[in-house]
């Protein structure tokens, strides 16, 4: 079958995700493909979308649709991000090159993971490349490490680059326990392939990626004062903490449970949103990654509060299935999805979707 043939077989996020597992190494489709322990939360993400359903308006009069998003001085053509993901490269061999070509393509916010295999400025000149005239949007995902001075090197790299915020993962104490990457053994990269993001400047090793159970609110305080980028929180999932984060200057949230890769039989990220949304009262964006595979799950999160979604998992597949091509396929289809649900609707823009919208079942 021919590229051409497959391509026009390629009709849901679904189909892409299929057509990976047959092209990348099964440990590595396991270490993409899996979450922690009995994986109940990563199931659960994309089953709470389903058991949600949609409750259309009517002869609203409007024949024209605009889906674009701001975002902290991020424009975006859709609320659909790309959200952070580690290690490109095991997947296709541009890795985050192809994948930030497509994003920019596409005219939408890629967040770059500090567990990328390219560096993030190199990262940033293929975008730039692939969006002549416009300055596509990057921002940057951080695991803060205890060594702050190092953690600060890689905020300054981040603005040099031109990133326009910093996401920074908060759910890691620890690694989560990933016990697919267990049975297969898999905890190395393989050898020529490495986190770039974690080279030191001084010494150029690359360091090992340190998750911290000492981190606390006073590290968000002092990445605040170091820093004039907006700073997001991602991986928040209770109320309080939402209420604390504003508290603390926090710039927006995202709503994720790391597509159930860390703590096993957390809530579903839709399920955790609309208590989310209550306790920031309007005062910050609030983005919902996990489980989002159709242009219906991004309606409903819109819906019921949150100003954008990201997706993970799906972006991988598109990269492995056909590299830049597929990345770009994957975001086209969830773009004309959403397009389609938002007609269907009675919306013209995602300033219409309201909580009203959704059932449950």
Same mark, same amino acid.
């Given at each position: 079958?021919?590229?051409? !043939?497959?391509?026009?077989?390629?009709?849901?996020?679904?189909?892409?995700?299929? #057509?990976?597992?047959?092209?990348?190494?099964?440990?590595?489709? =396991?270490?993409?493909?899996?979450?922690? !322990?009995?994986?109940?939360?990563?199931? +659960?993400?994309?089953? +709470? #979308?389903?058991?949600?359903?949609?409750?259309?308006?009517?002869?609203?009069?409007?024949?024209?649709?605009?889906?674009?998003?701001?975002?902290?001085?991020?424009?975006?053509?859709?609320?659909?991000?790309?959200?952070?993901?580690?290690?490109?490269?095991?997947?296709?061999?541009? @890795?985050?090159?192809?994948?930030?070509?497509?994003?920019?393509?596409? =005219?939408?916010?890629?967040?770059?993971?500090?567990?990328?295999?390219?560096?993030?400025?190199?990262?940033?000149?293929?975008?730039?490349?692939?969006?002549?005239?416009?300055?596509?949007?990057?921002?940057? !995902?951080?695991?803060?490490?205890?060594?702050?001075?190092?953690?600060?090197?890689?905020?300054?790299?981040?603005?040099?680059?031109? %990133?326009?915020?910093?996401?920074?993962?908060?759910?890691?104490?620890?690694?989560?326990?990933?016990?697919?990457?267990?049975?297969?053994?898999?905890?190395?990269?393989?050898?020529?392939?490495?986190?770039?993001?974690?080279?030191?400047?001084?010494?150029?090793?690359?360091?090992?990626?340190?998750?911290?159970?000492?981190?606390?609110?006073?590290?968000?305080?002092?990445?605040?004062?170091?820093?004039?980028?907006?700073?997001?929180?991602?991986?928040?999932?209770?109320?309080?903490?939402?209420?604390?984060?504003?508290?603390?200057?926090?710039?927006?949230?995202?709503?994720?449970?790391?597509?159930?890769?860390?703590?096993?039989?957390?809530?579903?990220?839709?399920?955790?949103?609309?208590?989310?949304?209550?306790? %920031?009262?309007?005062?910050?964006?609030?983005?919902?990654?996990?489980?989002?595979?159709?242009?219906?799950?991004?309606?409903?999160?819109?819906?019921?509060?949150?100003? +954008?979604?990201?997706?993970?998992?799906?972006?991988?597949?598109?990269?492995?299935?056909? @590299?830049?091509?597929?990345?770009?396929?994957?975001?086209?289809?969830?773009?004309?999805?959403?397009?389609?649900?938002?007609?269907?609707?009675?919306?013209?823009?995602?300033?219409?979707?309201?909580?009203? #919208?959704?059932?449950?079942?």
């Amino acid at each position: 079958m021919t590229i051409q !043939q497959e391509r026009s077989r390629l009709l849901t996020v679904a189909d892409y995700q299929a #057509l990976a597992q047959q092209r990348i190494e099964p440990v590595y489709y =396991d270490f993409f493909a899996g979450a922690a !322990q009995d994986e109940i939360t990563a199931r +659960a993400n994309e089953s +709470a #979308l389903r058991e949600l359903c949609l409750l259309p308006r009517i002869l609203r009069g409007s024949d024209t649709r605009q889906s674009s998003v701001s975002l902290f001085g991020s424009t975006a053509s859709m609320p659909i991000l790309l959200s952070p993901t580690a290690f490109h490269k095991l997947a296709h061999p541009d @890795g985050e090159l192809a994948t930030a070509r497509a994003a920019a393509a596409a =005219d939408t916010i890629m967040i770059v993971s500090l567990a990328s295999t390219v560096a993030v400025e190199d990262i940033a000149a293929a975008a730039r490349a692939a969006a002549p005239g416009r300055d596509p949007a990057l921002w940057l !995902q951080l695991y803060l490490q205890p060594d702050l001075e190092f953690s600060e090197a890689i905020v300054r790299r981040g603005e040099a680059a031109g %990133v326009r915020a910093l996401v920074i993962t908060v759910d890691s104490p620890v690694f989560g326990h990933r016990e697919r990457d267990d049975a297969n053994d898999f905890h190395d990269l393989p050898a020529g392939l490495c986190c770039e993001n974690m080279r030191d400047g001084k010494t150029g090793q690359v360091r090992q990626i340190a998750m911290s159970s000492e981190l606390s609110w006073k590290h968000i305080d002092w990445l605040r004062g170091i820093t004039s980028l907006p700073v997001l929180l991602k991986g928040v999932l209770h109320p309080h903490d939402a209420r604390i984060a504003l508290d603390h200057g926090v710039d927006g949230l995202l709503v994720s449970n790391h597509g159930g890769r860390q703590l096993d039989t957390v809530p579903a990220t839709i399920t955790a949103l609309p208590e989310i949304i209550d306790a %920031v009262g309007g005062r910050m964006p609030v983005i919902l990654d996990g489980g989002i595979r159709r242009g219906t799950d991004v309606i409903k999160a819109l819906a019921l509060g949150a100003s +954008a979604v990201g997706v993970g998992r799906p972006v991988i597949w598109g990269l492995a299935a056909d @590299g830049e091509a597929g990345v770009r396929g994957v975001l086209e289809l969830l773009r004309a999805e959403f397009d389609h649900a938002l007609a269907l609707c009675g919306a013209a823009s995602p300033a219409d979707l309201t909580p009203d #919208l959704v059932r449950h079942y």
